[in-house]
């Protein structure tokens, strides 16, 4: 009883508990505030008009421009360029990055060196990480190529569907694993040694351990992982436009450069606004399956 009573009485909103408040979370509610969430409701709105996004003057048009998007192919060939961009780097990302934490687990010489340098590339920025890339596959992948006599590396990587896709993929892998790893790593301090030792106690070999003992307890880092991957990857944008701008001929135009050149290029923010709500409860619909089928799996520990 007593507890309850200390409970109900720290749950008061005094005059300092309100002060705290408005100091520690203010700041970022008007961020959320003005940032996304009037953002959300304007382009909701825009959504149902004609606007141009230049006039003053619009119309109301109800659901005409969600009818539109279901009809423009260019817009559900980028979502599928999308889903499968992103099915492909949350496999990698979260299998590479799970494996480098696992193997930095261990007590190995350097290995906060090693944690710094697999996280550094995702300290560049996605413009820069773009252009880098770009000079890489150009010119050092194809000097290698020829040097080695391995046709892969010295393949036109911006000629093609498929080489430009791969080059997206290798880029965002490569970005995304070592900001994973962290988290991973997170998860593995987090471990009760006592279920390893059990498990070596009762004669499991390593593979047993890992696949019965140690993936079950990561769950719950597995499952931020996935839904950090899945955003990032679907949102992917900058690094994009920076690599391979769309080409060739838009066949690896991601949905988020459709949406920009529809809403900004073509003039027609309604239509754009329509295309990013649609993305939205796409997105939305994806993260929160996976979030319930991953988190079932969770075990305590």
Same mark, same amino acid.
């Given at each position: ?21 408005? &100091? ?21 709105? @825009? ?12 119309? /109301? !048009? ?22 499968? /961009? ?16 696992? %193997? %930095? ?17 995702? &300290? ?6 773009? @252009? ?5 596959? !150009? ?10 006599? =391995?046709?892969? /590396? ?15 993929? +290798? ?36 593979? !047993? +351990?890992?696949?019965?003992? &140690? ?6 880092? &597995?499952?931020?992982?996935? /839904?950090?991957? =899945? ?9 994009? =436009? ?17 949406? @920009? ?41």
């Amino acid at each position: 009883m007593n507890i309850e009573r200390s409970r109900h009485r720290n749950l008061k909103f005094t005059g300092k508990n309100i002060l705290n408040y408005c &100091i520690f979370m203010g700041p970022s509610i008007i961020f959320f505030t003005f940032l996304f969430l009037i953002p959300l409701i304007q382009e909701i709105f @825009y959504s149902f008009t004609d606007w141009n996004g230049i006039n003053q003057e619009f119309s /109301f !048009q109800g659901l005409y421009q969600y009818g539109r998007v279901l009809k423009d192919k260019d817009y559900w060939y980028s979502m599928v360029f999308t889903l499968k /961009f992103s099915f492909y780097v949350v496999l990698f990302a979260n299998l590479i990055g799970f494996i480098w934490a696992y %193997l %930095l687990s261990k007590d190995i010489p350097l290995r906060n060196m090693w944690r710094a340098l697999i996280y550094l590339p995702r &300290i560049l920025g996605g413009v820069v990480l773009g @252009y880098l890339w770009r000079f890489i596959f !150009q010119e050092v992948f194809v000097q290698f190529g020829e040097w080695s006599g =391995i046709s892969w /590396f010295s393949q036109p990587w911006f000629t093609t569907t498929s080489s430009s896709f791969w080059a997206l993929v +290798i880029v965002m892998v490569w970005s995304l694993s070592g900001y994973l790893m962290v988290i991973y790593n997170a998860g593995f301090s987090a471990l009760e040694n006592t279920y390893i030792e059990a498990a070596r106690i009762d004669g499991a070999n390593g593979f !047993q +351990i890992l696949f019965r003992v &140690i993936i079950p307890l990561m769950m719950p880092s &597995i499952t931020r992982c996935l /839904f950090i991957a =899945i955003n990032w990857a679907m949102l992917l944008y900058d690094t994009n =436009i920076s690599l391979t701008n769309g080409n060739p001929f838009r066949s690896s135009e991601g949905v988020t450069m459709n949406i @920009y050149a529809t809403a900004f290029k073509s003039n027609q923010m309604a239509f754009g606004a329509a295309k990013s709500m649609i993305f939205v409860l796409i997105i939305i619909a994806i993260s929160l399956t996976q979030v319930k089928l991953t988190s079932r799996k969770e075990v305590q520990q």
